[in-house]
């Protein structure tokens, strides 16, 4: 099987500043795949260059066997590459399950015109209640995201990037900003997702890295300093020293 998402010696320079360094990464379909390394290792950078947000200066990435490398954002989303956005001034205002039926009619093409015959409509209303239903929030379906935990207004996030139907879903630090006391469910609930979604994670709380992965990652300085199985990542010496201080417990 291809892999689901791949980069080929990617390249990212900030003026002198190699930011991603000749990477060669590869996540197998249907992945937990957590990505791990201390602050300014170039994890952000990975991702923006994989959604196209950043342009490579040399090399390439690969989704479901082809190059997208010089595909737009939007092109690759179309393509099933997807990461989650902060829910902006809009979205807060709206009730989640117009949030979500917006990104739904997105998906379809129509943009953000209502103007659809009512049949059509309530097809989205109805995905996209289905989606908020598999995401624990059939309580908060009708109320203002604003009002919402932020632990739910993170699902809510993760539900706008999944009515899109990505094959792969990006997600970087998704308990940013989410009390402890919300975290472990949050992850819980991303770990309950299809394995029709590959996830590629950023994380930098270890306790939930190392419940939700089943593949780590560890870049340090743009590079890939190792690579493995979580428990075999645990007991890496070269990934102790760099998270030295820090229990790393599979
Ligand atoms: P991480 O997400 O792992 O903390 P980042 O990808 O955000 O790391 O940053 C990696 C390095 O690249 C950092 O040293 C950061 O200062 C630098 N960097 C990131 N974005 C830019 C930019 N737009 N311009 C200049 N330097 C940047
Ligand atoms: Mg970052």
């Not at 989410?178 to 770990?191: D, H, N, Y």
């Not at 089943?214 to 990542?233: F, H, Q, T, W, Y």
């Amino acid at each position: 099987m291809k892999p689901a998402l791949q980069t080929r010696r990617l390249l990212r320079k900030f003026g002198g500043f190699v930011a991603t360094n000749d990477l060669s990464l590869s996540v197998e379909q249907g992945a937990r795949h957590a990505l791990i390394g201390p602050n300014g290792a170039g994890k952000t950078t990975l991702i923006n260059l994989l959604t196209g947000f950043l342009e490579a200066d040399a090399g390439a990435v690969i989704l479901n066997g082809d190059d997208v490398t010089h595909l737009a954002q939007h092109q690759r989303v179309k393509r099933g590459l997807v990461r989650t956005f902060q829910i902006n001034k809009l979205f807060a205002d709206m009730s989640a399950l117009e949030s979500v039926t917006l990104a739904v009619c997105e998906r379809m093409g129509w943009g953000w015109n209502w103007w659809r015959p009512v049949g059509d409509h309530q097809a989205a209303v109805d995905e996209a209640a289905d989606l908020l239903r598999s995401l624990g929030l059939r309580e908060v379906l009708n109320q203002p995201t604003r009002s919402l935990a932020y632990g739910k207004q993170r699902l809510i996030e993760i539900a706008l990037a999944l009515a899109a139907r990505p094959t792969v879903l990006l997600l970087d630090e998704p308990a940013a900003g989410v009390p402890a006391s919300e975290s472990r469910e949050l992850f819980e609930t991303i770990a309950q997702l299809p394995r029709s979604v590959t996830i590629l994670l950023i994380e930098h709380d270890m306790d939930l890295v190392f419940r939700f992965a089943d593949r780590i990652s560890v870049l340090v300085n743009g590079a890939l300093l190792a690579e493995d199985k979580p428990e075999l990542i645990a007991v890496d010496k070269r990934v102790r020293e760099v998270y030295l201080g820090v229990s790393l417990d599979g």
